[in-house]
T-cell receptor
Framework: DTEVTQTPKHLVMGMTNKKSLKCEQHMGHRAMYWYKQKAKKPPELMFVYSYEKLSINESVPSRFSPECPNSSLLNLHLHALQPEDSALYLC????????????????FGPGTRLTVL | SQQGEEDPQALSIQEGENATMNCSYKTSINNLQWYRQNSGRGLVHLILIRSNEREKHSGRLRVTLDTSKKSSSLLITASRAADTASYFCATDARYGNKLVFGAGTILRVKS
């Protein structure tokens, strides 16, 4: 199974709502990522989990809260978002090349299209 | 600023023609990767080239890397309408801690 799945595909929420995005992979990858992508822009890294521990937080506002319950699952909890947070949220995973200290190819999910009203 | 810059920003060609996209970057890298993204969907990894490699092939794709010029190119031969997508280069900087994506090239292949 070489697939990364994300749910939901679309999400519309108000600024006072609390919602969660989910991501799952069964490739045995030990690194998982959240990216944010605005229209016609490249993906921007938000968080990296390595061996289920948060290793990188790219100064993301606290209204975004990641969680890695186990090696296959990654969640992104959303609370009190702003309209400018509307974007495509992408999850990815990779078999981290720890010895070489290099990033291997990343496998992306189809994304969640988030709209904040 | 972003590690990778790509040109052209957009490219429109006829089916059967070759498409070339270029990527430039600023610092030493471990590897450079190319990804494709169909409209509004997830990215698909195409090819990874390491800093000690100069050229790599995968099917109709050919990637070159010139570390002295800090640049890479992606060539798609005999293009098809299904190749219509955005193409991003991504660099793994040697002293960085993440993969950084370039601005991307939008390719349109007309049938």
């Amino acid at each position: 199974d070489t697939e990364v799945t994300q749910t939901p595909k679309h999400l519309v929420m108000g600024m006072t709502n609390k919602k969660s995005l989910k991501c799952e992979q069964h490739m045995g990858h030990r690194a998982m990522y959240w990216y944010k992508q605005k229209a016609k822009k490249p993906p921007e890294l938000m968080f990296v989990y390595s061996y289920e521990k948060l290793s990188i937080n790219e100064s993301v506002p606290s209204r975004f809260s990641p969680e890695c319950p186990n090696s296959s699952l990654l969640n992104l909890h959303l609370h009190a978002l702003q309209p400018e947070d509307s974007a495509l949220y992408l999850c990815a995973s990779s078999q981290q090349d720890l010895l070489a200290g290099a990033y291997n190819e990343q496998f992306f999910g189809p994304g969640t299209r988030l709209t904040v009203l | 600023s972003q590690q990778g810059e790509e040109d052209p920003q957009a490219l429109s060609i006829q089916e059967g023609e070759n498409a070339t996209m270029n990527c430039s970057y600023k610092t030493s890298i471990n590897n450079l990767q190319w990804y494709r993204q169909n409209s509004g969907r997830g990215l698909v990894h195409l090819i990874l080239i390491r800093s000690n490699e100069r050229e790599k092939h995968s099917g109709r794709l050919r990637v070159t890397l010139d570390t002295s010029k800090k640049s890479s190119s992606l060539l798609i031969t005999a293009s098809r309408a299904a190749d219509t997508a955005s193409y991003f280069c991504a660099t793994d900087a040697r002293y960085g801690n993440k993969l950084v994506f370039g601005a991307g090239t939008i390719l349109r292949v007309k049938s």
